[in-house]
């Protein structure tokens, strides 16, 4: 089956710094999303990005987040200045294709914000 | 407000038990529900979906769901467990653009 790939696994930053978190859908899918998931609680949902725009994103995803299709492959997150409650595990997924709202995930990146 | 709730947090069963896992949702119009999967150390992996029709439908590894619409509702059920079902499984409701998770369940079946 085809997969989602992240980059990072994992990434350690210092409060204050620019992360990017990257990913690559599955190749012929048309929508992407990132989520996170802070240790012991819910997976959450911060934005979704379709025709090389945001469809939708949560309260989450605030100023300091941004999100980018560079190239045509990759999908990544940018976290302008990270604080300490953006420790989370991230996940990419995509969907589209033939049963397109089925989501596929990536195995995500653990952002440690120190 | 858009939510999913998921009622048992933490489940322990013996093998060969049998599982029913509660979720409830609230989301405006119509939606696609979803259970999903995470075993120790993997990504989420979708064990089964509802977009219309029957409302019971049948997934993977021998899980099933019924989407009862009066009750916002959409329970998974699995008549015996394995050892190898010690996951964490996840509802999520929406449509394109935006999936809301509930908080998981974490099951730990003994063998």
């Known amino acids: 089956e085809p997969e989602v790939t992240q980059t990072p696994s994992h990434q350690v930053t210092q409060m204050g710094q620019e992360v990017i978190l990257r990913c690559v859908p599955i190749s012929n899918h048309l929508y992407f999303y990132w989520y996170r998931q802070i240790l012991g609680q819910k997976v959450e949902f911060l934005v979704s990005?379709?025709?090389?725009?945001?469809?939708?994103k949560s309260e989450i995803f605030d100023d300091q987040f941004s999100v980018e299709r560079p190239d045509g492959s990759n999908f990544t997150l940018k976290i302008r200045s990270t604080k300490l409650e953006d420790s989370a595990m991230y996940f990419c997924?995509?969907?589209?294709?033939?049963?397109?709202?089925?989501?596929?995930f990536g195995s995500g990146t653990q952002l440690s914000v120190l | 407000a858009q939510s999913v709730s998921q009622h048992n947090h933490h489940v322990i069963l013996s093998e060969a038990a049998s599982l029913e896992l509660g979720c409830n949702y609230s989301?405006?119009?119509?939606?696609?529900l979803f259970w999903y999967v995470q075993y120790p150390g993997q990504h989420l992996q979708l064990l089964l979906k509802y977009f219309s029709g029957d409302p019971l439908v049948k997934g993977i590894k021998g899980f099933e769901a019924e989407f009862i619409k009066s009750k916002f509702s959409f329970n998974l059920r699995k008549p015996s467990v394995q050892w190898s079902d010690t996951a964490e499984y996840f509802c999520?409701?929406?449509?394109?653009?935006?999936?809301?998770f509930g908080t998981g369940t974490r099951l730990k079946v003994l063998a």
């Open positions: 989301y405006g119009g119509t939606v696609n």
């Open positions: 997924a995509s969907s589209g294709g033939q049963g397109y709202e089925k989501l596929f």
């Open positions: 999520a409701v929406g449509r394109t653009y935006k999936y809301i």
């Open positions: 990005f379709y025709n090389n725009e945001i469809s939708e």
